[in-house]
């Protein structure tokens, strides 16, 4: 029997190809989003009321206003939304939102941004919390929120049924976004990592990446990740930062390490904070008592960056 062996460039190639897939890659156009909503009903005893309405980004605030805007910069592209309800009793219902974004990060990013910590999680899609005013979840590039209707609260048994029903029908991704095991350090508070997309800390020059609590000395503090696409990209966002911090009139000071230059700042919106530059990552902890403290904290983050 003959044997097909590889050539040696050609293996490389593979590696190298492999070695330059993206956190979690984006899936592909499926089903529009309405689909995924399970028609005629979730679960015995229940069935849809009327039908599904579907919004685009040119109508979202009409179906929720005042909360569209935190929607658009991740990618919104669809939201399909029902009622169902009881067939014992029609005016008690759980209203089904499943919102399609722009990427799976996209999906988790909205749904970080309405997770409470102190609440229980469920091994839902990527991720998923319940209590009995709400089940919310992300799967893939879609954000899917549960809630009551006709009543204050509703079993959580109920929401974790109509929740896997709508799950099973989403393609695509539920494991855990790579990118988030950067934070993944032993000081981190579980349950608050957050992906923001536009202005991390709420500045400007810090386009979009990661955030989360931890504790350092007894006190909880802000780590952060700001993702960019290079090296120098993330070298100009880190020049920026000490052109506000001057213009500012706060002491700083930068260390002289050219591999990992790093930033000690008496932030006048964040306390202490600390900067590094690391490749095409900054690295940072704020609301700190004293900045210089958080460096064995931020050079632990450093130490998981993926080799590339």
């Given amino acids: 029997m003959k044997t097909t062996r590889l050539f040696p460039s050609v293996f490389v190639c593979l590696i190298f190809f492999f070695l330059h897939l993206p956190f979690n890659a984006d899936s592909a156009p499926g089903e529009p989003v309405e689909k995924l909503l399970p028609m005629p009903s979730f679960a015995e005893g229940w069935a849809i009321k009327e039908k599904i309405d579907t919004y685009t980004e040119k109508d979202l605030y009409k179906y929720i206003n005042g909360e569209a805007e935190l929607y658009y910069p991740y990618g919104f592209k669809a939201l399909a939304t029902t009622v169902y309800v009881r067939s014992d009793n029609p005016e008690t219902g759980i209203v089904a939102d499943i919102y399609e974004m722009g990427s799976l990060i996209d999906a988790y990013g909205i749904y970080s941004r309405y997770r409470d910590p102190d609440e229980e999680l469920v091994s839902i899609g990527t991720e998923g919390f319940v209590n009995e005013s709400q089940l919310l979840f992300s799967k893939d590039r ?22 896997q029903s709508i799950a099973k029908r989403i393609p695509g991704d539920s494991s855990p976004l790579k990118v988030l095991d950067i934070l993944k350090i032993p000081d981190l508070m579980p349950k608050t990592e957050s992906y923001i997309v536009q202005g991390v800390l709420g500045f400007a020059f810090f386009k979009k990446g990661l955030t989360a609590d931890a504790k350092l000395d007894g006190n909880v503090i802000r780590i952060f990740v700001v993702l960019e696409d290079s ?4 070298g ?9 911090l001057e213009k500012s009139g706060v002491a700083f000071s930068v260390s002289k390490d050219s591999t990992f230059p790093t930033i000690i700042a008496r932030d006048p919106l964040y306390k202490g904070l600390a900067l590094m530059h690391a490749g095409k990552y900054l690295l940072g902890a704020a609301k700190l008592a004293d ?9 632990k983050i450093q130490s998981r960056i993926p080799v590339m």
């Fill in 142 to 163: 879609y954000f899917v929120r549960l809630s009551p209707t006709g009543t204050v609260t509703m079993e959580k048994s109920i929401f974790l049924t109509c929740a």
């Fill in 291 to 299: 900045p210089a403290s958080a460096i064995p904290m931020i050079k």
């Fill in 231 to 234: 090296s120098e990209s993330s």
């Fill in 236 to 244: 100009r966002a880190f020049d920026e930062y000490k052109t506000y």
